[in-house]
């Protein structure tokens, strides 16, 4: 029996783990109160107009539970808004506002200097073998 250390599904949980506590770590000691995953709210409410609680939750991968958290946390900090949906009173309608899409812009570079940091190593070979194999990877488990 194969160590846990050893399992390909380990080292990609510690890799994604290691990747989210060094990005984070950047975020915080540039001076910026935001963390990933909401920022990553943020980003898919500024590409994805109107779209549910749900589908942010799918595109975070995140429960519907963390994201209405998050919604609530970006909300008081000003970077959302929250209505009621004009077409179904059931939805809220998300908005960024100039505070949020300041906030996006601001922490965006520090974002990509994070993935080429945690990517520095690799050929863009690598990187497209890495995006095929994981494409692969996904395919199987559906």
Known sequence: MQKLEELVFYQLENAIKAYRQFAQKQITKAGFDITIDQWLVIKTIQENENLAQQHIAEKVFKDVA?????????????????????????????????????????????????????????????????????????????
């Open 66 to 142: 963390s994201v209405t958290r998050i919604i609530e946390l970006l909300v008081k900090k000003g970077y959302i808004t929250r209505s009621f949906h004009q077409d179904d009173r059931r939805r809220f309608a998300l908005a960024i506002t100039p505070e949020g899409e300041a906030i996006v812009s601001k922490v965006l570079p520090i974002i990509e200097q994070n993935r080429a940091q945690a990517l520095a190593s690799f050929s863009q070979n690598d990187i497209k073998k890495l995006q095929s194999l994981l494409t692969t990877f996904t395919q199987n488990c559906l």
